[in-house]
């Protein structure tokens, strides 16, 4: 992919996380696939960042998937950025590190210490982050392992990698 259109679509991406809603029809989706402490933990989440996770749950459905464990996970996979740990603003901060001086970025995600690395290293880790959350809130470890896998495109959340890619 060319620069030219990698900027494009990470300016389109923005743009969709600044304008993103949940509809009411995507309440009846959570409500189906999340227990009500899994609820609270999506709501932790950006409103952006909860339409990029529905927008990969439906696109999992759309493929045929029924797996209500690999469909929660897709509703959650993102929640290690939610709570103020990966704020909007830092984000173009992280993509840039990432393409153009990712050994920097590693260094600075590294470790959460001190606070003002803490973005990085929630950025770095939000797989691992958020399965930890979604242990605590008491989902099956089966849906824990999806959620902390979802960025190996080999591993058992290998179909939420590939639609998480495309949303």
């Not at 929630?122 to 979604?134: F, K, T, V």
């Given at each position: 992919?060319?620069?030219?259109?990698?900027?494009?679509?990470?300016?389109?991406?923005?743009?969709?996380?600044?304008?993103?809603?949940?509809?009411?029809?995507?309440?009846?989706?959570?409500?189906?696939?999340?227990?009500?402490?899994?609820?609270?933990?999506?709501?932790?989440?950006?409103?952006?960042?909860?339409?990029?996770?529905?927008?990969?749950?439906?696109?999992?459905?759309?493929r045929g998937c029924q797996d209500r464990?690999?469909?929660?996970?897709?509703?959650?996979?993102?929640?290690?950025?939610?709570?103020?740990?990966?704020?909007?603003?830092?984000?173009?901060?992280?993509?840039?590190?990432?393409?153009?001086?990712?050994?920097?970025?590693?260094?600075?995600?590294?470790?959460?210490?001190?606070?003002w690395r803490q973005p990085f290293y929630?950025?770095?880790r939000h797989a691992d982050i958020g399965?930890?959350?979604?242990?605590?809130?008491?989902?099956?470890?089966?849906?824990?392992?999806?959620?902390?896998?979802?960025?190996?495109?080999?591993?058992?959340?290998?179909?939420?990698?590939?639609?998480?890619?495309?949303?």
């Amino acid at each position: 992919m060319g620069m030219r259109v990698r900027v494009v679509y990470r300016v389109s991406q923005a743009w969709h996380l600044l304008t993103a809603r949940v509809r009411p029809e995507d309440e009846q989706c959570i409500a189906t696939l999340l227990p009500p402490a899994a609820r609270a933990l999506f709501a932790t989440m950006s409103v952006g960042d909860q339409r990029h996770c529905l927008n990969v749950c439906y696109a999992l459905q759309a493929r045929g998937c029924q797996d209500r464990d690999l469909l929660a996970a897709a509703l959650l996979h993102d929640v290690g950025k939610g709570g103020g740990r990966v704020r909007f603003w830092m984000r173009p901060v992280i993509v840039l590190l990432r393409a153009l001086a990712p050994a920097l970025l590693r260094l600075l995600a590294a470790s959460p210490r001190p606070f003002w690395r803490q973005p990085f290293y929630a950025a770095w880790r939000h797989a691992d982050i958020g399965a930890d959350l979604a242990a605590a809130a008491g989902l099956p470890e089966r849906v824990t392992l999806l959620i902390r896998t979802h960025h190996d495109p080999q591993g058992p959340a290998a179909a939420l990698h590939a639609v998480d890619d495309q949303n």
